[in-house]
Nanobody, 125 residues
């Protein structure tokens, strides 16, 4: 069982930056693939980025490539999402997710087993 708690959301102007954090419970954090998703009202939860266990392979949706960076610190049981050059269309609730399945990478919400409660990111124009 893994419990996830996101933090770091907020209001930022277009072009600004935010860093989201996701703290995980459990001693096997390093064996989980971690992902970030986002969701706006009335829309499906959208994949943003994922990172594999120890080697740190990463995968991004096209709309955030070059602007967002996912990373993890297995000693701190934490995964991060550094978001730069933010745009109004990045406005959403951002969710952290985890799965114990092998990395291939997982890009749909149904492939993840554990979820955080979400953190709001609002980008003003």
């Amino acid at each position: 069982q893994v419990q996830l708690v996101e933090s770091g959301g907020g209001l930022v102007q277009a072009g600004g930056s935010l860093r989201l954090s996701c703290a995980a419970s459990g001693r096997t954090f390093s064996s989980y693939v971690m992902g970030w998703f986002r969701q706006t009202p009335g829309k499906e939860r959208e994949f943003v980025a994922a990172i594999s266990y120890k080697i740190g392979n990463t995968y991004y949706t096209d709309s955030v490539k070059g602007r967002f960076t996912i990373s993890r610190d297995n000693d701190k049981n934490t995964v991060y999402l550094q978001m730069n050059s933010l745009k109004p269309e990045d406005t959403a609730v951002y969710y952290c997710a985890a799965t114990g399945s092998p990395w291939y990478p997982q890009v749909t919400a149904s492939e993840y087993d554990y979820w955080g409660q979400g953190t709001q990111v609002t980008v003003s124009s």
